[in-house]
T-cell receptor
């Protein structure tokens, strides 16, 4: 069966520091992968999606970037974090009927 | 107009009653519709999807789709306190991207 992992689970970072969040998927090949952010009490905002290695589409202009160095690995990065980058970061993959998206456990980021 | 709209709630329902959650969408060409449940501090988990007009039942959950009215709903029968969560409606719109509503917070009162 398919499994999606994210780490770290929780992160507290100072403003201006770099960021690297990792997502890996097991049990499937060539998945579509997604990064979402959910601010406190808000809906899900799609940040990036990828249909294959090295293929990244950005949905929202920001100081974040994404990379897909391997088929089942998706990385979210920033060179300098802002206070507004705080939130719950979710990785998802698409599979099964009707392009269903399945979410990882998420990373809670607090920028101070 | 938002692409996917939900009443943010909170919606309060007594235990054992039917909870009714509603969602409207703006893209008439949308084909697939999803309901996710998100407990506080956790990631969303899929409850069910629907793509044909009418009802789809899975245990205590029933999804209803009316494409003419651009309306999708989720009914939860025999509501339990464990059903208390935020329910997210999602629609596959243009460019095959999943668009989420803001979510409805549901509270089941014992």
């Amino acid at each position: 069966s398919q499994t999606i992992h994210q780490w770290p689970a929780t992160l507290v970072q100072p403003v201006g520091s770099p960021l690297s969040l990792e997502c890996t998927v097991e049990g499937t090949s060539n998945p579509n992968l997604y990064w979402y952010r959910q601010a406190a009490g808000r809906g899900l905002q799609l940040l990036f999606y990828s249909v294959g290695i090295g293929q990244i589409s950005s949905e929202v202009p920001q100081n974040l970037s994404a990379s897909r160095p391997q088929d089942r690995q998706f990385i979210l990065s920033s060179k300098k974090l802002l206070l507004s980058d705080s939130g719950f970061y979710l990785c998802a993959w698409t599979g099964g009927p009707q392009e269903t998206q399945y979410f990882g456990p998420g990373t809670r980021l607090l920028v101070l | 107009q938002k692409e996917v709209e939900q009443n943010s709630g909170p919606l309060s329902v007594p235990e054992g009653a039917i909870a009714s959650l509603n969602c409207t969408y703006s893209d008439r060409g949308s084909q697939s519709f999803f309901w996710y449940r998100q407990y506080s501090g956790k990631s969303p988990e899929l409850i069910m999807f629907i793509y044909s007009n009418g009802d789809k039942e899975d245990g205590r959950f029933t999804a209803q789709l009316n494409k003419a009215s651009q309306y999708v709903s989720l009914l939860i029968r025999d509501s339990q306190p464990s059903d208390s969560a935020t329910y997210l409606c999602a629609v596959i719109g243009g460019a095959q991207k999943l668009v989420f509503g803001q979510g409805t917070r549901l509270t089941i009162n014992p």
